[in-house]
């Protein structure tokens, strides 16, 4: 409590900066407003999946939900930047592809969807033709994280803000999260309030969709956080998180806030080691994670991280064999029953694309 006070109060103290970084962003959107800087249009469907704020929004779980309900209709492919990959410029997974040299999020879809085309290139406006180029049956193309990247003008933008933290509250860096312009929502066809609870109500509902004040083409979507079974980062082997369950969390993501409340209900208790966001796995993070679950001294214990941890993990697959290492895989789930419009208006859009 003391400390999120403290980084709060600090944060208010760099507002002067938050000033000049939104007269940056102000003046570069203008630029593009006024076509003074150039954007490109693809004679294909882009789909961009994106939001306004750094942070965990669920943009990747929101690629494969989208890779899920499209890879059996259409030939879809996914372009992400490949943040914090060791490798520079365009690259295409293939059956040796390492996180290194793609990024976790990107072999992340690789992983789970190893038909479907998984590119990368910080230049989405030079990696698009490149990934046409080597895969010319190509349909339609996820844009992952590239709502911000205004080179490149997609077809359908689905915009996602964080039910705890909606844009329309936040400010922008480094004193909030905002890293574009909150009128930067008007360029949205769909947005989706990710994370909400469960239990959402109806007026609760209205409340926000008159908060965001969408535009009159704009949809707006609800989603909450479900969670599917534990996995064995090595062996596959399925496990449910028993009450009496101990776990020890090991996260290296923007936001673990819902894990650490699904792990308050459902488990014994829990410790956590926490890294940054798209850390890279050292031996000796293992040997930390390793000395701090032997210090557990429950019998019914197990290590838990994510999917997107998980792929930075892999390379210690013989070390990590032998030890209760678990993967618990996360999913948007819409709300309001709503789910299958939002498929519609995705599947209508790459069904009627007109070039």
Known sequence: MFSNFFLKSFRILLLPFSL??????????????????????????????????????????????????LRHQFKVATLSRGYKRKTKGYALANASTTALEIGDEPMQFHLKFPEVPVAVGEQRIEAIPQLLHDKPETQAIILDDAFQHRAVTA?????????????????????????????????????????????????????????????????????????????HLTDNTNIELGPDTEVLLVTGIANPRPLKKMLEEHSNSYQMLQYPDHHIFTIDDLNEIRNRYNKMETTSKIILTTEKDAVRLTKFNTEITGLPFYIIPVRHRFLFEEGAAFDKQVIDFITHFKK
């Open 20 to 69: 000049l970084y939104w007269a940056g962003i102000a003046l570069r959107n203008w630029f593009y407003q006024k076509n003074i800087f150039k954007t490109t249009r693809y004679g294909l469907p882009l789909i961009c999946v994106g939001n306004l704020a750094v942070g965990g929004t669920g943009k990747s779980p929101m690629v494969e939900y989208l890779v899920e309900r």
């Open 155 to 231: 077809g359908l933008n689905i915009l996602l803000t964080d039910y705890s933290n909606l844009f329309t509250r936040d400010f922008y860096l480094p004193t909030g999260d905002l890293r574009d312009l909150k009128s930067g929502y008007k360029r949205a066809t769909v947005i989706v309030v990710t994370k909400c609870k469960p239990g959402l109500t109806v007026p609760e509902k209205e409340k926000i969709i008159k908060e965001i004040a969408p535009l009159p083409h704009q949809q707006v979507y609800f989603t909450t956080i479900e969670y599917g079974t534990l996995y």
